[in-house]
């Protein structure tokens, strides 16, 4: 099926863990991005990319480690899972043309984290 | 700096009046482009409509219209006559032309009352 599409849709770690989330597209979009989103704060972006292998820090990074090395998938990695990663994490992708804005993101069904 | 910024954190509105969600940005570059996603309570991101600094009209879909004011960086979305299933959480964001990141406010959460 065409879309993008996050794995698991839920999932509880303990403090300490490396735990890995999955992030894929079947449009080919050279963009992909991570978010979190918190009561209070919206959505975050946490890291992004441009295409396979480019990759750069959004506004909250520390913690996490991305890679892109096919275009359609994006994982996200807590290398050291803290409480204050619970949240619910958006992956989402989106088409880039020269000199266009109006490529809007698609947005993956989320992950619901939880770090005890 | 690129940031979006939401300063109702709640509205409530009866059905069938008209709503403006607040949004202002701020960004030094001249290409940008400007976004609405709704979220329900089942959590999918919408895409609403879409608004890029260079159009001269305000953009419109259905409801939905985007009152952009570049002067004073807003780019409020007004939802006319406003409908029970218009409760969500309602989110702005920003598209820069050079970095290609889109970055999100805080959100609204809007209620329609009966």
Redesign the interface.
């Known amino acids: 099926d065409a879309g993008i599409t996050q794995s698991p849709r839920y999932k509880i770690t303990e403090t300490g863990r490396q735990v890995t989330l999955m992030c894929h597209q079947t449009w080919s979009h050279s ?1 992909m ?1 991570w ?1 979190r989103q918190d009561l ?6 946490i890291y ?1 990319s ?1 295409a396979a292998d480019i990759t ?1 820090k ?2 909250v990074p520390d913690g996490y480690v991305v890679s892109r090395s096919k275009t359609e998938n994006f994982p996200l990695t807590l290398e050291s899972a803290t409480r204050s990663q619970t949240s ?1 994490y ?1 992956c ?1 992708s ?1 088409e ?1 043309f020269m ?1 266009q ?2 490529t ?4 993956g ?2 992950t619901r984290l939880t770090v005890v | 700096a690129q940031k979006i910024t ?1 300063t109702q ?1 709640g509205m409530f509105v009866q059905e069938k009046e008209a709503v403006t969600l607040d949004c202002t940005y701020d960004t030094s570059d001249q ?3 400007l ?1 609405w996603y709704k979220q329900p309570s089942s ?3 919408i ?1 609403l409509i ?1 608004q ?2 260079y159009d001269e009209q305000n953009a419109t879909e259905g409801r939905y219209s985007l009152n952009f004011q570049k002067a004073r960086k807003s780019a409020n979305l007004v939802i006319s006559a406003s409908q029970l299933g218009d409760s969500a959480m309602y ?1 702005c ?1 920003m ?1 820069l ?1 050079r ?9 609204t959460r809007l209620t329609i009352n009966p």
């Open positions: 963009y991005f978010y209070g704060h919206g959505l975050r972006l992004y441009a750069d959004g506004e619910v958006f989402a989106s880039f000199g804005m109006n809007e993101a698609f947005f069904q989320g | 939401q954190p290409s940008y482009g976004f959590g999918e991101m895409f879409y890029g600094s989110f964001a598209r032309g970095a290609q990141k889109l970055v999100f406010g805080q959100g």
